[in-house]
């Protein structure tokens, strides 16, 4: 007797009463996205059980185990952090801006800090504990009496003092730098006027941004219009990819502040 997708979802709604499963098509898979408290990780759930095999042991039985045990403590692992414990100097030593679409949290009901960013970006602060991070809200910050600028301040210098890591890849004249430092911060790097001015003075007025999804930042240096095409491509690829969408309008910089701009492809 195989394993079935079913079987397996089964076993993690029993731990996650509450999920949301969301199937989508890419190519000739299907992809799912599983929701879970305003959380969403995206799973390819055929493949893993592809190279389970036709038949079940013990072994496989354990992957099965650890698969789950990964998607439900990846889910549970904010709840599991009390910010009620946390001094204010491991707070400021450990919070951080994430990104999000001006979408997410339209009503704030849980009254979480949020700065205005661009059209299509807000700015939230997130304590850092390790595994993953915590949205903060304003009562907690009110607790610690900071203010919201204040700590603001602090998740900036915070961001500032991550190391940068990013690859190039040159396409018909145009570059793209994508930032892969991979600690869960790549997309807040927009945020950086370091980081986005060190890419000024390489590229200068042909300098477009992209912001599809939390994990990733795309820098480009655009020199004709197939260059707008592969980025505007590149937008919508990551958007659909990403486990927190952000947005498939790309930026310009031109040197002081980021601007919509709206690529059409023909």
């Known amino acids: 007797m195989s394993y079935t997708r079913d079987g397996i979802f089964e076993k993690i709604i029993e731990k996650l009463p509450t999920l949301k499963i969301h199937e989508r098509r890419e190519k000739d898979n299907s992809i799912f996205i599983l929701e879970y408290n305003n959380r969403r990780a995206k799973i390819d759930i ?21 698969f789950i045990y990964y998607i439900v403590n990846n889910f549970t692992a ?24 001006t979408g997410f949290n339209k009503d704030n ?3 979480l800090v949020k700065y205005p960013h661009t059209n299509e970006t807000d700015i939230y602060l997130a304590y850092d504990f390790g595994k993953g991070y915590k949205l903060l809200d304003k009562t907690f910050l009110e607790k610690l009496s900071l ?39 790549d997309g807040a790097r927009v945020i950086d006027k370091n980081i986005l001015d060190y890419f000024y003075k390489k590229i200068g007025e042909s300098y477009y941004l992209g912001l599809p999804h939390q994990d990733v930042l795309i820098i480009a240096d655009i020199k004709n219009k197939k260059g707008l095409e592969i ?11 990403g486990t927190v969408p952000i947005t498939t309008i790309t930026f310009k910089y031109d040197g002081e502040k980021l601007e919509s701009y709206f690529i059409f492809v023909e």
């Not at 055929?46 to 650890?66: A, N, P, W």
């Not at 952090?81 to 946390?86: A, G, K, N, P, R």
Request: glycine share 4%; hydrophobic share 35%; aromatic share 12%.
């Open 46 to 66: 055929d493949s893993f059980i592809r190279k389970l095999g036709d038949k079940k042991s013990e072994k496989s039985d354990k992957k099965v185990e650890e």
């Open 78 to 101: 904010q709840d599991n952090v009390s910010l009620e414990d946390i001094a204010k100097e491991e707070l400021i030593d450990k919070v951080y801006p994430v990104v999000r679409s």
């Open 109 to 111: 009901k849980q009254h």
């Open 147 to 185: 203010s919201l600028d204040e700590v603001f301040e602090f998740a900036k210098r915070n961001l500032e003092n991550l190391p940068l890591k990013y690859n190039l890849d040159e396409v018909e004249g145009n570059k793209f730098y994508f930032l892969n430092a991979k600690d869960g911060y």
């Open 231 to 241: 980025l505007q491509k590149m937008m919508v690829h990551f958007f659909t990819e």
